[in-house]
């Protein structure tokens, strides 16, 4: 099978799964009480009946529920996602200014989790009983039990109070111009919170990639391997790694849904400028257009990532590619 | 005679084991000249792989040369560095293993895979060794190595993977080649081929192999000395027809014996038998056929067993015969109703068994049981023997539950296992004994028909000769009739009344055991006996 048809058919079952997830977001939203006129009445300190009739009608919100779902598919297909309630600015124009902020961390915490797990991994596998290796054990389980936002203020204390290495909030210095200096800037910035992310996840992957980098030492292809003479570093990281791959592949696929939840606290705590902290205001707020719209592009991203987790499997496992 | 090329001095390898340091070979001399053809030969446990993997410095962790010297070239090679090992590993000394199908690596092309040595131990550039790598996939046979060279392992056949290993074990030209056991899992005429390439490139390239083996039919055919080895011993050593023809141990005498020698007894002149009974199964027509899904969500069928007819009349053994994917398994499993038949009729005892469903396939299935190959794999690890042997009278019901436990120790006593061994888990068995509970539980539920799919094949020779002495005398005592599935013609012959040969989903020859084995009329079957290994070629006095 072509790599260009598995490419099509992957993103029309992404399509369909992103309507399925349009449907449901907006029944969940709508089966929870209360909505944004009683946010706004509340604001106001009490409202006649007249008043939040009028404004219900002004919003569209007296119309059934499947009329209002109906109108909100198609205009989620011509790429409007509304207006917020509560900013009262177009929703698609608030989401891309923090869209990238966000995309920007948790892919690089991402990455950088990958990295560090499949090395601590690799390394653990070696020896696996020895001290080093556990003392890797205990160290990826701490960061996968510390609480992110406790993880995220401890880091904070640490490295931009006690030991100024890095900037305690925002994503980029203003003062700084120039279009290297800018991203050398916003990568200063990048690092704690990165750091607090991809610290929950690198725990998950060594784990998994020391177990099967275990199973993938005691093949009868590594003995081959070795048998042709080859060093311990190309036997590891050559002949073993890349058959040890798929499993943790797999998995960040399936945790880039947990990364963008754990990206809302780590956002909040370094006031990182991305989706974050909007879905934490419009949730307070009700203001369901933004709530939804941020649901929206979340669900693309995690559509996005298990795409690419398949084609990036493809490409390690010749085996896969046999397969639709 | 000049220098050998490696001698191995009172070696004596050990592993860890829970109890401590145990010896695994002990006091191992031998040596190999330039150029000769040396066998190991011995069954598992005996230490001849550790012997191996010691030579190429890739004992296990859990191993270590506790005693001995390896002299290779003038040096011994236990107390050489790694980095100096490494560059004799693959490089002097290349090695091939037992399993084709998992010692290439799976995300590598075999080009790649090959190209990867030349690049390490000679320093050639991309272009260069992947050339000389297309030139070595042509030395071993691989048609269109030009193209073949890009692709992956799971596209060959095991005859194939096999040709690639050897291309990358004599990559570098090594003045040794060990084989271990190296057709052992390939069919007989795939063997007869990889022998004659590595004779052929043996002589060429002037490289002395070490061929570890359990077969004296291999041998007999393919080496110039030979080495017995027993519990990590040796017992016996010599030239293979000194060995051959004048055994000294027991134990050498008994391998020599469980060879095949398929040249018949005298015949037998009774054949017409007396066709008044029906008999036992009759299968018809046979047809299976399997979904292979083709480009594009097309569907296709692929045809395992083409509308074969066979009957096996009561209390005799009709042995199928054939390669891997001859479809031999997949119409023994149709008669049982494990796979599903797309045509055809199988009848059982009167029964037609195509035709049943539900509860009446379920009491039928009382009537056929089946023994598989991997004693090791189809006895479930966390059931007691007993309840393993007792399971199928639970689920059939026909025996009142207080009489099965007594059912079932007399079951054991018929297979020779021990009453208290009931109460025993399947690891603390030996492969033997583990066949013995497969062949206990098929009895259970007293069947007319027991199908033995490859039911000795995971077996050493020896054991292998005990069981298929029980299923005789089973036989005999209670009157069985068996299907036997077997790749194995020594032990068909062995085992079985009539004879089909099948080959790609059809019978393509049947007929009495005499009749196909003395004067097989298809050139299949020809060249399948001719593939056979026999120790006859080293004979001083053939039989007869």
Not at chain 2, 505 to 520: H, L, Q
């Amino acid at each position: 099978m072509g790599f260009l048809v598995v490419l099509a058919q992957r993103t029309l079952y992404g399509l369909l799964l992103l309507l399925a997830v349009l449907v449901l977001n907006f029944t969940m939203i709508n089966l929870a009480p209360g909505d944004v006129v009683d946010t706004i009445a509340a604001d106001m300190g009490g409202a006649s009946a007249e008043l939040v009739a009028q404004i219900r009608a002004e919003y569209g919100l007296d119309q059934p529920v499947i009329v209002q779902l109906g109108n909100y598919i198609w205009r989620v297909f011509q790429f409007d996602l509304g207006q917020s309630y509560f900013y009262n600015r177009p929703v698609t124009e608030m989401i891309f200014e923090r869209l990238p902020a966000t995309l920007l961390l948790v892919f690089s915490a991402q990455i950088f989790a990958l990295v560090v797990g499949i090395l601590l991994g690799v390394f653990a596998a070696q020896r696996p009983n020895g001290i080093l290796s556990h003392i890797v054990t205990l160290f990826a389980l701490f960061g996968y039990a510390a609480p992110v936002f406790w993880t995220g203020i401890l880091l904070l204390i640490a490295f931009s109070l006690k030991v100024p290495l890095f900037p305690v909030a925002g994503m980029r210095d203003v003062t700084v111009e120039g279009f290297f200096p800018q991203v050398l800037s916003v990568a200063h910035h990048l690092v704690l919170p990165m750091l607090t992310l991809g610290s929950i996840f690198i725990a998950l992957y060594s784990r998994l990639c020391r177990a099967s980098m275990l199973e993938v030492l005691g093949s009868d292809y590594v003995r081959t391997a070795k048998a042709k003479g080859l060093s311990p570093r190309d036997v590891t990281m050559k002949h073993a790694l890349k058959n040890a791959l798929p499993p943790v592949v797999t998995l960040a696929g399936l945790q880039f849904s947990a990364v963008i939840s754990g990206a809302v606290l780590v956002e909040t705590v370094f006031s990182w400028p991305g989706l974050g902290q909007l879905a934490l205001t419009s949730i307070l707020a009700r203001d369901t257009p933004t709530i939804l719209g941020i649901l929206f592009f979340s669900a693309l991203v995690v559509i996005v990532g298990n795409l690419l987790t398949d084609l990036v499997l493809r490409l390690i496992d010749p085996r896969v590619r046999g397969k639709a | 005679m000049s220098a050998p090329l490696l001698s191995v001095e009172n070696l004596r390898i050990e592993l860890a084991t829970r109890g401590g340091m145990v010896p695994v070979v002990d006091d191992l001399s031998l040596w190999l000249n330039p150029g000769e053809t040396l066998s190991i030969v011995g069954e598992s446990g005996s230490g001849k792989s550790m012997t191996a993997l010691a030579v190429m410095g890739l004992l296990p962790r859990i191993g270590r040369v506790a005693a001995g010297r390896i002299m290779f070239e003038g040096q011994d090679m236990t107390q050489m560095e790694d980095a100096n090992l490494r560059r004799i590993r693959g490089n002097q000394i290349g090695m091939i293993f037992q399993e084709p199908m998992t010692s290439l690596n799976p995300v590598y092309t075999v080009g790649e895979q090959i190209a990867e040595v030349l690049r390490h131990h000679q320093n050639q550039g991309v272009a260069q060794a992947w050339a000389n790598a297309v030139d070595l996939l042509d030395a071993v046979r691989i048609p269109n190595a030009k193209g073949r060279a890009g692709t992956y392992p799971h596209e060959m056949s095991g005859g194939q993977r096999q040709r690639v290993m050897i291309a990358m074990a004599l990559a570098c030209r090594p003045k040794i080649l060990i084989a271990d056991e190296p057709t052992t899992a390939l069919d007989v005429t795939v063997q007869a081929e990889i022998f004659d390439l590595m004779r052929e490139l043996a002589k060429e390239t002037q490289t002395a192999t070490i061929l570890i083996t359990h077969d004296m039919g291999v041998v007999a055919e393919m080496a110039d000395r030979v080495v017995v080895m027993l519990k990590g011993e040796k017992v016996e050593d010599g030239t293979v027809a000194n060995l051959i023809n004048r055994p000294q141990h027991a134990y050498t005498r008994s391998l020599i014996a469980s060879v095949p020698h398929l040249t018949p007894e005298t015949r037998d002149l009774n054949e017409q038998k007396a066709e008044v009974e029906q008999p036992l199964l009759s299968v018809r027509d046979l047809t299976v056929q399997f979904p292979v899904k083709k480009r594009w969500g097309k569907r296709e069928m692929f045809t395992a067993v083409n509308g074969i007819s066979f009957d096996v009349e009561r209390g005799k053994t009709l042995a199928i015969v054939g390669e891997s994917g001859s479809g031999k398994t997949t119409a023994a499993l149709a008669v049982a109703r494990l796979v599903a038949a797309q045509a055809g009729q199988v009848t059982l005892d009167g029964t037609d068994m195509l035709s049943l469903e539900g509860e009446a396939l379920r009491r039928a299935r009382t009537n056929v049981q089946v023994i598989f190959q991997d004693p090791y794999s189809s006895l479930n690890p966390r059931l007691r023997a007993g309840a393993i042997v007792r399971e199928p009278m639970d689920n059939l019901g026909n025996l009142p539950a207080a009489q099965r436990d007594a059912r079932v120790a007399e079951l054991f006593e018929q297979v020779g296992l021990e009453r208290e061994q009931m109460h025993l888990f399947p690891h603390q068995f030996s492969g033997g004994q583990r066949q013995r509970i497969s062949i206990a539980r098929a009895l259970s539920t007293n069947p007319s028909l027991i199908i033995c799919d490859e039911a000795v094949s995971a077996l050493d020779v020896i054991i292998q000769a005990q069981i298929l002495d029980l299923l005789h005398d089973l036989q005999r005592d209670l009157g069985l009739t068996y299907l036997f599935i077997s790749h194995d013609l020594g032990v068909v012959q062995q085992m079985c009344d009539d004879v089909a040969v099948m080959y790609m989903g059809d019978i393509v020859e049947y007929g009495t055991r005499n009749a196909v084995f003395a004067s097989p009329q298809q050139d299949y079957t020809r060249n399948l006996l001719a593939a056979v290994p026999s120790v006859e070629s080293v004979r001083e006095h053939p039989a007869q």
